[in-house]
């Protein structure tokens, strides 16, 4: 009884100091849902409830999540067209002690969406910045392509223009790590084709309206997507498409077997595929694996 009542009380304390942390001044740059209405966090609404301002990309879009939370806030416009002029005007606010929240149609602000600028003002003004994090569609994506997840490389939206594409895409092509693309649903069939002549045959998946009633997840390698998504009508929605990294390059052993079987009559086995691994910047293990063949088939002779 007594432990539970503590339990009680130190939540409490928890939960009053997260409600203050929610309430201080500054910039929140609160993230919201994809697709789903519900996927927004408890943090976000909070911070949604206790601000003086909301920074809005589009009020309209804004004002209708606002309404399914029962949420009434002032709002104004923070987009691409008038970012420049309203910065100023959104930081003397801040400097004054106001807490305003930015969001962006969907997702988390500045990824692909404007408030980057916005962010490098408040910070250089002295203004605490606070992240409300939450949905974004890169890392949805990501972690339903069934792709290596340790090292990504997101890489926005590719140039509209299929030159400019391909270049980005001949940029991208020895970057070692799983790609991530945001891509507009008219210029997906291309971008795929284009990903096949550049990127080669690597594993990929096309991710629709995540998170929305018609999610529509498309995996397979480049060259079966392209075909398929060639084949169609240009699909509807947002279309994030994630990328397999490169396939590991085939090694030619073949020097490196002349200079193991000279090694060999010098030194003993490890240490002739430790030297010739090393001068040949071959993978240890492979070489040492390699030299014991070698070995198995002189003995053999
Ligand atoms: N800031 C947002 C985020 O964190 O998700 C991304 C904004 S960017 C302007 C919009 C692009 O994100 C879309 O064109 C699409 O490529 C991708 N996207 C957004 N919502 C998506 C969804 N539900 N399913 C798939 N892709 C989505």
């Known amino acids: 009884m007594k432990s539970s009542e503590g339990g009680r009380k130190h939540a409490e304390r928890s939960l009053a100091r997260h409600n203050a942390q929610n309430e201080a001044a500054g910039l929140y740059i609160v993230a919201t849902p994809i697709g789903n209405a519900r996927d927004i966090t408890l943090r976000a609404l909070d911070v949604l409830n206790a601000c003086d301002l909301i920074a809005a990309e589009d009020t309209r879009v804004t004002a209708k999540l606002l309404a399914i939370h029962g949420i009434s806030k002032p709002l104004t416009p923070y987009n691409d067209h008038n970012a420049a002029r309203e910065r100023s005007r959104l930081i003397s606010r801040l400097t004054e002690g106001a807490r305003i929240a930015l969001l962006s149609d969907a997702g988390t602000p500045l990824i692909s969406d404007p408030g980057y600028k916005l962010v490098r003002e408040a910070l250089a003004q002295g ?175």
């Open 127 to 301: 203004v605490a910045v606070h992240a409300i994090p939450g949905p974004s569609a890169a890392l949805t994506g990501l972690t339903l392509a069934g792709l290596p997840t340790d090292r990504f490389y997101f890489a926005g939206f590719l140039p509209a223009k299929q030159g400019d594409r391909r270049r980005a895409l001949e940029a991208a092509r020895s970057v070692n790590s799983t790609l991530i693309f945001f891509e507009s649903p008219r210029r997906t069939a291309e971008t795929l084709a284009d990903m096949r002549d550049i990127l080669g045959e690597r594993n990929a998946t096309v991710a629709r309206e995540l998170t929305k009633i018609h999610e529509d997840v498309r995996r397979g390698n480049l060259g079966i997507l392209a075909s398929e998504f060639a084949a169609r009508s240009p699909p509807k929605g947002e279309i994030t498409i994630v990328v397999a990294p490169p396939l590991a390059p085939e090694i030619d052993f073949a020097k490196a077997d002349l200079l193991l079987q000279k090694a060999m009559i010098h030194m003993p086995l490890s240490a002739a595929a430790e030297l010739i691994a090393t001068a040949l910047d071959l993978p240890k293990r492979a070489t040492y694996e390699r030299a014991l063949s070698l070995k198995a088939t002189n003995d053999a002779r």
